[in-house]
């Protein structure tokens, strides 16, 4: 498959310039097939053929899923977003008082939130100021703030409002040499950029699957390093937690799942499944090397004509930073009224604390960059 082709699978291509894939991204004809059909089968079929839903859940999902980031299938668990994921590291650690985290006061509140609730525990949250290093969670930032107690580092790969990428390689040599777990929300990652856990060191990732991923709300996964699972147990447990999930009422907590299955506590969303694997099947035929090297050029080519017009970059300007999210605003006018006159244009971005934020995907192509250009004033 090659990018065109993958492009004319999405009807709003023909429509606007959607800019947006770190809000929403739209659904490809594949995949709202993927999910009509399950939803069909469940109509005609009912439970009939429910074998063969989870068969191929576990021979082909999951393995999917697996390939994206460089993983094994028994790392890999459903879950129904990104905040899921977070909660089951937050609420699955034996915390000790006294323990502390890592997180930056830059991150989306999913991965700020869970970790502030484990304050009645008695950890501690210790912020790296991002915000003074201009939307950069800092590797040796991060480190100045590691000590005996920190139990673990929390950090988005790219961060949602400044499109800053993180360090992946230096951050996990950190945790790693330091015995710290490291714990990554991947949701503006995942799906676009190449990530590779075995070249890669971290303890746990989670990313829903609305996003760059391109399935539908209500999907996504948890990864969950096969040498780290001894660090987590399941604050929420149930039936598909257990080897035994089809014998009812022969109870036996100790035939928990040996792997990332575990914390999946009771039946996952197949249709919504289906649809995820959909999008994963055009991903992984590009290859995420491709993913991210085009969305790369495409932000590229948006700088270069942002900057002409005179506007102000909020981004990283150095590559070894870029992600496929770029922010930026105009010296003068408001970002919120240069919105509205955008999609008026047939051109959809986002608004984030001020900047206008676009996040180009592998069904963009230059056209749509040229298009966000000739919409905006100088």
């Known amino acids: 498959m090659n990018l065109a082709e993958a492009r004319s699978d999405f009807p709003i291509v023909y429509r606007r310039a959607y800019l947006n894939a770190c809000s929403l991204m739209p659904l490809s ?9 399950q939803l069909g089968d469940l109509q005609l079929n009912g439970r009939n053929n429910s ?5 191929f859940a576990e021979e082909h999902i999951r393995p999917a899923i697996a390939r994206l980031i460089g993983a094994s299938s028994a790392e890999i668990a459903f879950v129904k977003n990104t905040t899921e994921g977070l909660n089951i590291v937050a609420n699955s650690i034996d915390w000790r008082e006294g323990d502390n985290v890592v997180i930056a006061n830059i991150e989306y509140p999913s991965n700020v939130y869970c970790w502030l609730n484990l ?22 930032d991060i480190a100045r703030l590691i000590d005996s107690r920190t139990r673990l580092v929390s950090v988005s790969c790219v961060q949602f409002s400044t499109g800053y990428r993180q360090d992946m ?19 503006q990652a995942a799906g676009v950029l190449d990530i590779d856990a075995t070249r890669t060191h971290f303890d746990f990732m989670s990313a829903g699957g609305h996003k760059w991923l391109g399935g539908p709300m209500g999907t996504g996964f948890f990864y969950c390093r096969s040498g780290a ?14 080897t035994n999930e089809e014998t009812d009422i022969d109870y036996d907590i100790g035939l928990m799942q040996p792997d990332a299955r575990r914390f999946e506590e009771a039946l996952p969303n197949y249709p919504g499944l289906w649809g995820l694997q959909a999008s ?6 590009l290859g995420t090397k491709l993913t991210e090297a085009h969305a790369l050029a495409l932000v590229a080519r948006a700088i270069e004509g942002l900057k002409r017009k005179g506007y102000l970059i909020h981004s990283p300007s150095e590559p070894a930073a870029r992600s496929g999210i770029l922010t930026f605003r105009h010296p003068g006018l408001p970002s919120a009224e240069l919105n509205e006159r955008l999609v008026l244009a047939g051109v959809d971005v986002t608004v984030r604390q001020g ?5 180009p995907h592998f069904y963009n192509d230059t056209g749509d960059i040229d298009r966000l250009l000739d919409a905006l004033p100088a």
């Open 29 to 37: 004809n594949r995949v709202v097939g993927a999910v009509h059909a």
């Open 51 to 55: 074998p063969h839903r989870i068969r």
């Open 169 to 187: 390689e230096a951050t996990g040599a950190l945790c790693h040499e330091r015995g710290v777990l490291l714990n990554y929300d991947a949701i």
């Open 229 to 242: 699972l001894g660090q987590l147990h399941p604050h929420a447990i149930g039936p598909g937690s257990m």
């Open 119 to 140: 304050q009645r525990r008695g950890v501690q949250i210790r912020w790296v100021d991002a915000k003074a290093a201009g939307g950069r969670v800092l590797v040796d």
């Open 355 to 359: 900047n206008l934020r676009i996040a």
């Open 280 to 285: 994963l099947s055009t991903i992984l035929a």
